[in-house]
């Protein structure tokens, strides 16, 4: 049952957020995680093979396992939105959406990433009819029809991996003039042969299409034509922290655009800490392993917080907001 007063808040169910549920609940302190996607990207991430001690597993199981570690322990784990987080004194206050206020002592954000768009006008009204951000989820919607993947990272070839088991068609838009990806994933991709095709050094001018998407225009011409038509076109150029609620509270953002920390994801206001991919600390290299260490490393820095300085939300005596008193 829902309490009014935690040790610890985690925002963010995704490998991060469990992991620092797992060792926070170890720590015999009283936590509730909060999400509005479970599992975060890994959930929709498709089969991962690359998890140490796991062969192969699909990554929402591996999300459920997670879970269940967790809640083992005792962590409480509930869907919902954090729509604002406030400290008043020593305390931290959390207002979760259509729910009551709650006090915590320690905050953990490992509220991930947000997927990029290209930013061109008609996008976001085709999104859905034609366009999408995720191939994992979308992918098997394009059996023996043509579709389009704008990127040239390891995101965008392994989806255009994924999809070539349904795709009859495949093209990869590629801003630079090589792949950055895994070279296993290459090796996969190279495997399809014709079935993909890669357009260097070309990006998205234009998306055409009124009630669905049709096609669109590139920045250089191919076979002759500025135009390149599909049933499907898949964004996948990467992601952004989402920062809302950090900044709202004054966090300290690196020079990127993350929430900055250091190697105990300590941030810059006491009693708030980080995890996973809303933080730098291993540059662009994210992956569910590292997001897992991270949510550990936080859930035992606000462990050794709480320990040294007590109960600080019983200590002031801070009353909670009247459930009427919350914005829903």
Known sequence: M???HYDVVVVGTGAAGLSAALYTGR?????????????????????????????????????????????????EIIDGFVEKIEKRG?????????????????????????RKKLGLPNEEALRSKGIHYCTTCDGPLYVEKTIIVVGGGDAAIKGANLSAEYASKIYILAR?????AEPINLERMKAFGGKITILYETEVKEIIGTNKFEKIKLSKPFNGSDEL?????????????DITLPNALGITLDEHGYIKANALMQTNIEGIYVAGDAVNLFGTFKQDITAACMGAVAATSAYNFRKIHGDLCEIHSIPIKSESAVAS
Do not use: H
């Open 2 to 4: 829902q309490k009014d």
């Open 90 to 114: 020593a305390c931290f206050f959390v207002n979760i959406k259509d729910k009551s206020e709650i006090r915590a002592n320690t905050v953990i954000f490992a509220t991930g990433t947000e």
């Open 27 to 75: 720590y015999r302190m009283n936590v509730l995680v909060v999400g509005g996607k479970f599992g975060g990207e890994t959930s929709s991430a498709g089969v991962i093979y690359n998890y140490p001690g796991v062969k192969d597993i699909d990554g929402y199981d591996l999300m459920k396992i997670m879970k269940e570690q967790a809640e083992s322990v005792g962590a």
């Open 176 to 180: 630079g003039n090589s792949l950055r």
């Open 229 to 241: 038509s599909a049933d499907g076109l898949f964004v996948e150029i990467g992601a952004e922290p």
